[in-house]
């Protein structure tokens, strides 16, 4: 890991700040430059895998509102590292047996569960119990159930309960957010969306053990899908039929490998998705009655890619992280000043009813299922 010192990680803050600016250009609602706070709200990551270490930890040093003041690891020699390289001190370093103590620590506002699927909830829920903001990364848990206790602990506990959805908060997923709501092409009528790579030679990890994951394509890659799918649609859907592909059972052994579905909407959109961790598809399309717009890449960490039937370029400014730290600078400020919780826990718990009804089609023949969801999880930008 390369080492930042003291006087490098202030060079390297006041660059991030700048990148920051550099942000600035994306308009006020998502999430940067929104109104100055003099706190920032300290972070703890739960975790500390390729998420936190490639992505989370180095967005926290360019975030506005939030910064890095803890972890929490069951491996001991991540510790130090960790200390030494973000200037974490000793009192902020927690293990999965002392966690619960973090509830003492001041200097800890918002903990952030970053391990495998199935682990998110007890954590989420100890984290609450703690006193703390949670924020769980996706999918937020591995079944209804799950999702429900989440909640309920950080309702009792009165903290704010966010959902590691980055692209809520980024400024493409927001543009067809507003091509779809303030209609220059026409109402849409159909949206296509696919999520997924190809899963290779490393069959013992944790995403491939049911046990550890609650599933394999869709619960990992399927809620970006399931979410584009939404945000494309511009409502909930109201019934969803699927079915499963396997052609590598040797190496999906209890998992999913590939899943289509399709889905009739509120407004009476329908449209396809597709999630695989057999084929590479990062795109989202939605039909409109006079014209279209297409993300591809979609889900990625940017650069991401848009383009609309009239010739239009969809193009933000790209700088690495950015869409983590807009993601949990977005989320500070909703727990500092009341601001709008751009992927709160019930859009999480929506997502796994869709999940639900997924794998219950599937089990059923591919038989359609009905959903009566309303407006939940859908947040107005
Ligand atoms: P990794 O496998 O890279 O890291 C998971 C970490 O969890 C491990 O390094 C370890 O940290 C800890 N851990 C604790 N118990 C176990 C266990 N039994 N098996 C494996 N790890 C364990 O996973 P990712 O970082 O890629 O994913 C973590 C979460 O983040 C998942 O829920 C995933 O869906 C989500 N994610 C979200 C992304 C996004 O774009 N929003 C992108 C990637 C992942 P330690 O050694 O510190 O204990």
Redesign the pocket.
Known sequence: MEKINRRTFNIKLTQAMAGAALLSNIPLSYGLNSGKQDKKLGIALV??????GGQLAPALLKAEHCYLAGIV???PS?EKEWMDKYSISKENVYNYENFDEIAKNKAIDIVYV????S??AEFCIRAAKAGKHVIT???MAVSVAECDAIIKACNDAGVKLGV?Y?MQTDPYTNEIKRLVAEKPMGEVQYISSDAGFVSANNPTQ?RLNKT?SGGGALM?MGVYAIQSSIYGAGANPVSIAAQEFKTRPDYFVGVDESITAQMKFSNNVVGNMFTSYNANANRLFVSFRRGWAELNPCHSYGPLSGRTSRGEEIKFPYERHYQQTIQMDSFAKHVLTGSTNFAPGEMGKRDIIIVEAIYKSIKEGGKTIPLDLGDMGIVKV
């Open positions: 975790g500390l895998g390729g998420y936190s690891t069951g491996t991540k970053v391990l495998p699927n682990m998110h990364e996706k999918p590691g980055r944790w550890l990992d």
